[in-house]
Nanobody, 115 residues
Framework: QVHLVESGGGLVQAGGSLRLSCVAS????????MGWYRQAPGKQRGLVARIISGVRTNYADSVKGRFTISRDNAKNTVYLQMDSLKPEDTGVYYCNFRGPEDDYWGQGTQVTVSS
């Protein structure tokens, strides 16, 4: 079992930055997908960024060049650095750890970008 705890959300003005953190506890040896997803008001949850097999990264087109996903294996932590934030980045951000037979989600952290 893996438990995920996100932090770092908040209220920021457009153009500002935030860094989200997701700390994992438990056995993550089978995890090969770590990602951040966003759910905006009235919309479905969608991929923001992910790391696959610890090496390959994917980003949603809307955040390319502005967001960076990274991981610290020693701390069992995955980060999402968000720069040049826009109002449309507003939403609840969820951390996701996934393996061949596992799928874990954090409780989410709210990010609000004011114009």
């Amino acid at each position: 079992q893996v438990h995920l705890v996100e932090s770092g959300g908040g209220l920021v003005q457009a153009g500002g930055s935030l860094r989200l953190s997701c700390v994992a506890s438990g056995s993550i040896f089978s995890i090969n997908h770590m990602g951040w997803y966003r759910q905006a008001p009235g919309k479905q949850r969608g991929l923001v960024a992910r790391i696959i097999s610890g090496v390959r990264t994917n980003y949603a087109d809307s955040v390319k060049g502005r967001f960076t996903i990274s991981r610290d294996n020693a701390k069992n932590t995955v980060y999402l650095q968000m720069d040049s934030l826009k109002p449309e980045d507003t939403g609840v951000y969820y951390c996701n750890f996934r393996g061949p037979e596992d799928d874990y989600w954090g409780q989410g952290t709210q990010v609000t970008v004011s114009s």
